[in-house]
């Protein structure tokens, strides 16, 4: 997977470079663009423009974010492995935060991605649900015209209406090819950790809504540096200890597809720097020009 996200980078870069541009993979753009984005070409993108035109079309609300599916059975067992990975989400969405600056400012967040991206309808933690409950809402969110259709519910953990995976959307696009492994590694290492609690029918934690919301509210503002908030403890404690946790919840899945020294290593690698976020504010504070960020990521985007 490593060798082919590079190949696509490598021909993306040079495409781009016969363009007179940089690649740069981040969640957010760092410069404003010389003009508004245009719209997809499609009458379903259309559509959306014309219901949440406050959302579209402006120079905010420009995200870019990392999904990651995970092979399943079925709607059903997407859901169980869901239900049973929601506590887990916020501490992936901190180690994955990479947009600290949005259109020429510092916005005061690791992950303004996630705060720009919540604004859409549909954008949140999943619900605790089976397959008949999970039909029986997804029907009324889209015949009650709160979203268009099925492919906009945008949890950060849903069954994908066009593949049989489980899709993990909480994470931002990273420059560093190595932070996107470790993430992947991670989601199919606590995937593979939690299906003989799916398999054996243990009933998932039920976690607050609000200690939850608040969890990845932390995330998103934190990354990796200072506190996190755990959603089943519902204590403060550093982000990086949450992270540890992660990673060995993670374990037995980890080895069982010979991943656990590549992930340590990985993550150790990740600790010391501080996360994309950090990274990206230590490129800004040497001239405190948003140029050296959008180099710094272009450099790291082409290194893959």
């Given at each position: 997977?490593?060798?082919?996200?590079?190949?696509?980078?490598?021909?993306?870069?040079?495409?781009?470079?016969?363009?007179?541009?940089?690649?740069?993979?981040?969640?957010?753009?760092?410069?404003?663009?010389?003009?508004?984005?245009?719209?997809?070409?499609?009458?379903?993108?259309?559509?959306?423009?014309?219901?949440?035109?406050?959302?579209?079309?402006?120079?905010?609300?420009?995200?870019?974010?990392?999904?990651?599916?995970?092979?399943?059975?079925?709607?059903?067992?997407?859901?169980?492995?869901?239900?049973?990975?929601?506590?887990?989400?916020?501490?992936?969405?901190?180690?994955?935060?990479?947009?600290?600056?949005?259109?020429?400012?510092?916005?005061?967040?690791?992950?303004?991605?996630?705060?720009?991206?919540?604004?859409?309808?549909?954008?949140?933690?999943?619900?605790?649900?089976?397959?008949?409950?999970?039909?029986?809402?997804?029907?009324?969110?889209?015949?009650?015209?709160?979203?268009?259709?099925?492919?906009?519910?945008?949890?950060?953990?849903?069954?994908?209406?066009?593949?049989?995976?489980?899709?993990?959307?909480?994470?931002?696009?990273?420059?560093?090819?190595?932070?996107?492994?470790?993430?992947?590694?991670?989601?199919?290492?606590?995937?593979?950790?939690?299906?003989?609690?799916?398999?054996?029918?243990?009933?998932?934690?039920?976690?607050?809504?609000?200690?939850?919301?608040?969890?990845?509210a932390h995330a998103a503002h934190r990354g990796l540096i200072g506190e996190g908030l755990d959603p089943v403890r519902g204590e403060h404690v550093p982000a990086v200890l949450l992270a540890e946790r992660?990673?060995?919840?993670?374990?037995?899945?980890?080895?069982?597809?010979?991943?656990?020294?590549?992930?340590?290593?990985?993550?150790?690698?990740?600790?010391?720097?501080?996360?994309?976020?950090?990274?990206?504010?230590?490129?800004?504070?040497?001239?405190?020009?948003?140029?050296?960020?959008?180099?710094?990521?272009?450099?790291?985007?082409a290194a893959a």
């Open positions: 997977m490593r060798s082919e996200l590079a190949l696509l980078r490598r021909v993306m870069a040079e495409a781009a470079a016969g363009e007179g541009c940089l690649l740069v993979a981040t969640g957010t753009p760092a410069v404003p663009p010389g003009r508004p984005p245009t719209v997809t070409p499609g009458e379903r993108y259309e559509r959306m423009a014309a219901r949440w035109s406050s959302l579209v079309g402006g120079y905010d609300g420009m995200v870019c974010g990392c999904h990651i599916h995970v092979g399943v059975t079925g709607h059903a067992q997407a859901l169980a492995l869901a239900n049973h990975m929601r506590p887990w989400l916020p501490t992936l969405q901190a180690i994955a935060a990479n947009s600290p600056f949005s259109l020429g400012r510092d916005t005061g967040w690791a992950s303004h991605r996630s705060v720009e991206w919540a604004r859409w309808p549909g954008v949140g933690p999943a619900p605790l649900l089976d397959e008949v409950g999970y039909e029986r809402l997804a029907g009324h969110l889209v015949r009650s015209g709160t979203l268009l259709d099925r492919r906009m519910i945008y949890w950060h953990a849903r069954p994908s209406e066009h593949v049989p995976t489980l899709e993990i959307r909480v994470c931002d696009v990273n420059a560093d090819l190595d932070v996107v492994v470790l993430l992947t590694a991670l989601v199919r290492g606590l995937a593979t950790a939690l299906l003989p609690d799916v398999d054996n029918g243990r009933p998932p934690l039920a976690l607050p809504d609000g200690c939850l919301h608040a969890a990845h992660l990673l060995e919840r993670a374990a037995p899945g980890l080895a069982a597809t010979g991943d656990l020294d590549l992930v340590a290593e990985l993550f150790d690698r990740l600790r010391r720097s501080g996360g994309g976020a950090a990274r990206q504010r230590a490129a800004h504070v040497r001239r405190g020009r948003l140029t050296d960020v959008v180099g710094e990521l272009a450099r790291t985007t």
